[in-house]
């Protein structure tokens, strides 16, 4: 047998093409880049997912964040709107006090009004209404409220005697003091002053049960008792001996008359 038979009888002793080396490697290069590619692929997906899976987390973070804000904002509105109401009764208590107090000039009725405020407005239970004297020095009990055990000093008797540090020094200088204090029980001392006249004081010495403090609020009914109260009960004071006055020169000018 020739070389040339025994070559193409047996493949395997065929000698090496380089094209067909190149090509085989070309091929396997190929698949692994297209394995490659697969890979890649998937890596991508999953990517995608991870990323639209975090921008729905950041999404709902975002919601959760502008509804605890919008829950915030509410309670904020919803407070105000309750100070506000609170302010809006306030006020309306401050109109109807200044009112009832400039809406008669009988001395009677404007003292009525004055406890009716201490009691309705300012929740107090005992109360001294001290009024200076029309014909000498010191204050007469006008008002004395509450449920008392028994004569209380200063206050025993129908004039007003001194001993309470903290009324002692409002009726002097006419400043609005709040007790108690070391040396004074009572809860607060106003003065009832006309400009810088003082026609009395209102002592507050205690409280109804359901309301242990003056609060804020009510110092503003305080300065106001302080200032329209003493005006009104000077004015109705005024009136009344000017109208004692004027009957007494009615009743001479009908006697002279012989009526």
Partial sequence: M??????EADPRARPAVPGLELAAELRSTLERAGELARVVELNLRETAVSTAAATA???????????????????ELASRLVDSEHQGGRLMNLYVATYQLHATLEPAEVQATIAEIAINLLGAE???LLLRKDDGPGYEIALLEGMYDGPVPPYDGDSYQEGDAMVDATL???VLRLGPTAESQALAAVPLRVQNDIVGALVLNKLLDHKPILRAEDRDLLDLLSAHAASAMFAARLFATKDR???TL???VKLARGE
């Avoid at 020739?2 to 070559?7: K, L, P």
């Fill in 2 to 7: 020739s070389e040339r038979s025994a070559t």
């Fill in 57 to 75: 987390d950041e999404r709902v973070q975002e919601l959760e964040r502008r509804l605890a804000t919008a829950e915030s904002d509410v309670k």
């Fill in 126 to 128: 005992q109360f001294v």
């Fill in 172 to 174: 002097r200088d006419g």
């Fill in 245 to 247: 006055k004027l009957r």
């Fill in 250 to 252: 009615e009743s001479l």
